[in-house]
């Protein structure tokens, strides 16, 4: 009796179960439920690939080249794939500014669309709302788990998750094939409609040609053998279809290059791909072919090794990693997927076997497996048979589902398995989410190196006010994605050579005339672009005038940017100076080394803070020195930062170095040479170019604050409290020097020896009491006169002291104004050169007379007996 009780039981639970699951109502909530998911999850992983792949070049220059209509006109696009089915989500782009919020939009649009188009197209082969609803979670399982790109700091995609990647592509390509499949004549509007299709989807991306005529051909021939003439049929319209798409490509092409509108290069070749030429070959194509199919559907954990041998090994690791449930749910439906694939061929092969009905859907699903293997063919007979090529096998997910839900069609599933299916996938989206996230977070981890880098370099650019960049396309174009609108970028295919696609002559400007920066990067590069090396540069464009170390340091840089004032430099490389003479500009040379530090005439040395000190409070006598043809050395032992951590202190000196021209009355290239003085401690020493009796040098130090506090920015370090002793070592902003008490005194006694003074200016170190003075001031006026004593001390042995004049700083505000009216002018026109590259500073003659601060400085100058 109880046995029977229980089974009774069981039947009356499973008679409910089956009752809920047939409510049809309940049913249709279900489907929307699963496409809600599939739709949502797809909106989420698109977003955050669309953030991933900000730092693409390709998706940000194939925008930027719709800026205008010149822009366009003067454009050169890849003939092998043009986008041109994107062209109007570029035009869109550039419309809202190529912000990055325009690219994530449109790429999660993108995605959105061929996702709701493919499920579409599943929904009209297998409507069930059960069926097609469990089609639509297991695509939402497999399509969070396709990674965003190859491996971690890769740029390349492998998902949709881009504006210029292949998605919307795939769905006009099922289209196309639907229409030439339902065409009944040749000149019907199916057929018509699929040659148009074919002809788009081939100008825009010639792998699709490829694809389509050897798959057309492939059906052809094995179904001929076959005698299995419906296909027969479905595969010559499909090949001639390609064909008449193909020439109806090259008519476009051919329009598009004759109107001028733009041009497409090669724009007639015929494919990508280059054939493989040994077995080894074969065998690598092969596996990575295999590996490729399960990336696309979220089926490898071993996605980012690229090493074979060590393939099995991350794959199992993966499988048994918290995320690995996500991967063996994927591996499950693949697995079904290609079984499915398998019998639907096998079936089609004679008309004795069951599985194949001859219908449209039937007919889709064959012409789309045989397409698949196509495309399997193609990546393994070529030479793109690395991990990041997986995104070439794109297809997959969208044969392989379209088979699904072919093979499901006419099957029926207990209500029991029904629901264990259901449970599995909803488990395995949700590991998949948590995987994307870890893949989202260490892909971003690995772009911060090169976003720092990118933004750095863009800073830098900004700082000396260069608009033009030239280097590697795939390190240029981001940058100038930052620095938009007023970086322009000139992308190198190598060292040497421009790019000739992706580019616009609009772009290309005559660097014998016009000022430029290059970007060296030595580490190696992060895609197939050559390693430069800096003799190349120089060869090609002349030693750069100044550099800026963008990573590694001074002494073994990782990535320099090289700037050329006023354009190329090669007379430089002509003469016969030292190696390390010609590249001092971009590596340093030991102090010993520099040339041309002695004058024939007497040699004055400034000794200030920052890089307006000198302006404000020793000129007019700079004035005065220059024009007795005196030398002029001045050191600014800070970097004037005001707790900066950018390139702030680039654009004071390049105001200092404005400010000089101004007292030379010349325009000038100032070339900037790294100097080490010992190790781990370098300046830059600063002259116009065949001028040296001019220097400027700075130390870079860290601005000190009002009060000595410093910056929080620079560690609360000041010169104040390194000369009192209570900070025994302080560090230049840019990490590249450090100095104790002592070192910093035989530091400045090195230069006093390399250019022989005969008189000093620095700054007072009176305080003040009514105007303070700023501490930085009075702590370069202390530790000049120490490294003054020293030096007097090793020269002369203390019998001579060379004068010393101390100029009074922010106390002079309570003084009488005592310079003329001549003497106010000149100082004032100097000082404003300066201030046109410093924005904190007063702007204009009458807003700097006005300010009270400023105001009161360059009417007055005043020496203190210290």
Not at 3 to 18: H, L, V, W
Not at 191 to 205: E, N, P, Q, V, Y
Not at 317 to 341: C, D, E, H, V
Not at 580 to 605: A, H
Request: proline residues 3%.
């Amino acid at each position: 009796m109880p046995s029977y009780t229980t089974k009774k039981s069981k039947n009356k639970n499973s008679s409910k179960i089956s009752k809920v699951i047939a409510e049809k109502s309940l049913n249709n909530k279900f489907k929307v439920f699963a496409v809600a998911v599939l739709l949502v999850s797809a909106t989420i992983w698109a977003y955050f690939g669309a953030k991933l792949q900000q730092q693409n070049s390709d998706q940000l220059i194939n925008a930027m080249l719709f800026n205008n209509l010149e822009t366009l006109k003067a454009a050169s696009f890849p003939g092998q794939h043009t986008f041109l089915l994107k062209w109007p989500l570029f035009f869109l782009v550039s419309l809202f500014n190529f912000s990055d919020a325009s690219y994530i939009l449109f790429t999660v649009l993108s995605v959105l669309v061929t996702i709701i188009g493919l499920i579409y197209i599943i929904h009209k082969i297998e409507s069930r709302p059960l069926i097609f609803g469990t089609i639509c979670l297991a695509l939402a399982s497999c399509l969070m788990l396709v990674p965003t790109v190859a491996y971690p700091g890769a740029l390349l995609p492998v998902s949709m998750a881009m504006l210029t990647t292949r998605n919307i592509e795939y769905l006009i390509f099922i289209v196309a094939l639907a229409c030439v499949i339902k065409a009944t004549k040749f000149r019907s509007r199916d057929f018509i409609l699929a040659l148009t299709l074919f002809g788009l989807l081939f100008i825009s991306d010639k792998l699709f040609f490829s694809l389509s005529i050897i798959a057309g051909l492939l059906g052809l021939l094995y179904y001929a053998i076959l005698r299995r003439y419906s296909l027969v049929k479905v595969s010559i319209a499909w090949v001639l279809a390609t064909i008449l798409g193909g020439f109806s490509a090259i008519i476009l092409a051919l329009i598009i290059n004759g109107s001028k509108l733009t041009s497409l290069v090669s724009a007639n070749g015929i494919g990508p791909y280059g054939l493989i030429n040994s077995l080894k070959e074969f065998l690598t194509g092969i596996i990575y072919a295999g590996m490729g199919i399960l990336t696309n559907m979220g089926a490898n954990p071993a996605y980012a090794q690229r090493e074979i041998a060590k393939l099995p090994a991350d794959f199992i690791q993966g499988l048994i990693s918290w995320q690995g449930i996500g991967y063996l749910i994927n591996t499950l439906i693949f697995a079904f997927a290609a079984t499915a694939a398998i019998k639907l061929l096998w079936a089609s092969s004679s008309s004795k076997r069951s599985g194949y009905d001859s219908s449209f859907s039937a007919k889709l699903a064959i012409s789309m497996t045989i397409g698949l293997i196509a495309l399997i063919g193609l990546f393994v007979a070529s030479n793109h048979y690395y991990a990041v090529d997986a995104r070439y096998l794109g297809l997959a997910p969208f044969t392989l589902f379209i088979v699904i839900a072919y093979h499901v069609k006419h099957k029926k599933y207990s209500e029991k398995n029904n629901l264990v299916v259901i449970a599995l996938l909803l488990i395995g989206i949700i590991a998949g989410g948590l995987g994307f996230r870890s893949h989202y977070i260490q892909q971003k981890s690995s772009l911060r190196n090169l976003s720092s880098r990118n933004q750095t370099i863009a800073e830098a650019l900004k700082s000396r006010n260069t608009g033009n960049l030239v280097g590697d396309y795939w390190r240029v174009v981001p940058i100038k994605q930052l620095g938009r609108p007023n970086i322009n970028v000139m992308s190198q295919a190598n060292c040497n050579q421009e790019k000739d696609v992706l580019n616009s002559k609009v772009w290309q400007k005559n660097l014998n005339k016009n000022s430029f920066a290059y970007l060296l990067t030595i580490d190696g590069n992060i895609t197939d672009y050559k390693d430069c090396k800096l003799n190349q540069v120089i060869k090609k464009y002349g030693r750069p005038n100044a550099s800026t170390l963008i990573n590694g340091n001074l002494s073994t840089p990782k990535e320099l940017l090289l700037f050329y004032d006023g354009g190329t430099n090669l007379n430089a490389i002509k003469k016969k100076n030292k190696k390390t003479t010609n590249l001092s500009t971009v590596l340093p040379t030991n102090i010993d080394e520099l040339q041309y530090t002695r004058c024939q005439g007497p040699t004055i040395i400034n000794i200030v803070a920052h890089q307006d000190d000198d302006l404000l409070f020793i000129n007019p006598d700079i004035i005065k020195h220059i024009r007795q043809d005196y030398c002029v050395r001045t050191i600014y032992l800070t970097a004037g930062d005001a707790g900066n951590t950018g390139f702030y202190y680039s654009s004071r000196e390049q105001g200092a170095q404005a400010a000089y021209d101004k007292m030379l009355n010349q325009k000038s290239i100032w070339e900037s040479k790294i100097v080490r003085i010992n190790a781990n401690q370098y300046v830059t020493v600063s002259s116009p170019r065949n001028n040296h009796k001019i220097s400027l040098i700075f130390m870079h130090l860290p601005d000190g604050n009002m009060k000595g506090q410093g910056f929080k920015g620079t560690g609360n370090v000041s010169l104040e409290k390194f000369n009192s002793g209570s900070v025994s070592r302080i560090y230049s902003i840019d990490k590249q020097s450090n100095y104790s008490k002592t070192e910093l005194n035989d530091a400045l006694v090195k230069l006093f020896w390399l250019y022989q003074p005969s008189e000093f200016n620095t700054q007072s170190t009176s305080r003040g009491n009514v105007y303070i003075d700023h501490s930085d001031h009075n702590a370069v006026g202390a530790i000049a006169t120490q490294a003054i004593n020293q030096y007097n001390n090793q020269q002369f042995r203390g019998a001579v002291h060379i004068p010393i004049n101390y100029y009074m700083g922010y106390p002079i505000h309570d003084r009488g104004v005592n310079l003329k009216d001549h003497e106010l002018d000149e100082k004032l026109a100097i000082f404003l050169e300066y201030t046109n590259h410093d924005g904190a500073t007063c702007h204009g003659d009458k807003q700097c007379l006005q300010d009270q601060a400023y105001g009161a400085y360059v009417r007055r100058n005043y020496q203190h007996k210290n």
